[in-house]
């Protein structure tokens, strides 16, 4: 059971490159959710799914792009690569949003943009 | 729109020592959950309050949610090295689908 999986760990991107983070979990939870962290900062909401061929925006969805067409994957993809992009990025799942609604969270992705 | 402020944001304990840190939510929740992040680490769930003035222990540690579920605290007994960390907490509104909005998140240096 190795729980949720993210890919890659580390990333440099040029400005306006684009490229796919992905993730994927093997517990078969309804809900995924991808947050961006910034140095000293919580963690933001970018997009949501609660199940396969259903997602939302978050707090801050501008530049990024979801999919979620299987239970177990949910990829998030960056278009056009700002420096505003840079940040660490965690890929997130749960089984419901009620009494056993905690995340389980991956090990984060690092992206830099310069 | 629901916010979640914690604090403070950093807290410098000497080891053996108490503290606590503070979540409020501009609204009120359903329930909020607590985590914590090692350093370069992810987060990692540690409980959930959903009770109106709930208080759960995690052996040296607390957590109660307030009577009128706007906020929270965390209390951590004879802090110890491996309490090093920031702890989140992160608020599901009542309303709708309730999304998790989580605190900036007080950072944690023990010193020995």
């Known amino acids: 059971n190795a729980g949720v999986t993210q890919t890659p760990k580390f990333r440099i991107l040029k400005i306006g490159q684009s490229m796919t983070l992905q993730c994927a979990q093997d517990m078969n939870h309804n809900y995924m959710y991808w947050y961006r962290q910034d140095p000293g900062m919580g963690l933001k909401l970018i997009y949501y799914s609660v199940g396969a061929g259903i997602t939302d925006k978050g707090e801050v969805p501008n530049g990024y792009n979801v999919s979620r067409s299987t239970t177990e994957d949910f990829p998030l993809r960056l278009e056009l690569a700002a420096p505003s992009q840079t940040s660490v990025y965690f890929c997130a799942s749960s089984y419901s949003t009620g009494a056993t609604g905690e995340l389980f969270f991956g090990e984060g992705s690092r992206l830099t943009v310069l | 729109g629901q916010q979640v402020m914690q604090i403070p944001q950093y807290q410098h304990v000497q080891e053996g020592e108490d503290f606590t840190t503070y979540c409020n939510s501009s609204t009120t929740l359903s329930n909020i959950q607590w985590y914590k992040q090692r350093p370069g680490g992810h987060p990692v769930f540690l409980i959930q309050?959903?009770?109106?003035?709930e208080v759960k222990k995690q052996k040296r540690l607390t957590f109660q949610f307030g009577e009128a579920k706007k906020n929270s605290s965390l209390h951590i007994t004879a802090t110890q090295t491996t309490d090093v960390g920031t702890y989140f907490c992160?608020?599901?509104?009542?309303?709708?689908?309730?999304?998790?909005?989580f605190g900036a998140g007080t950072q944690v240096v023990v010193t020995p």
């Open positions: 992160a608020g599901r509104a009542t309303d709708s689908w309730g999304k998790l909005q």
């Open positions: 309050l959903v009770k109106s003035g």
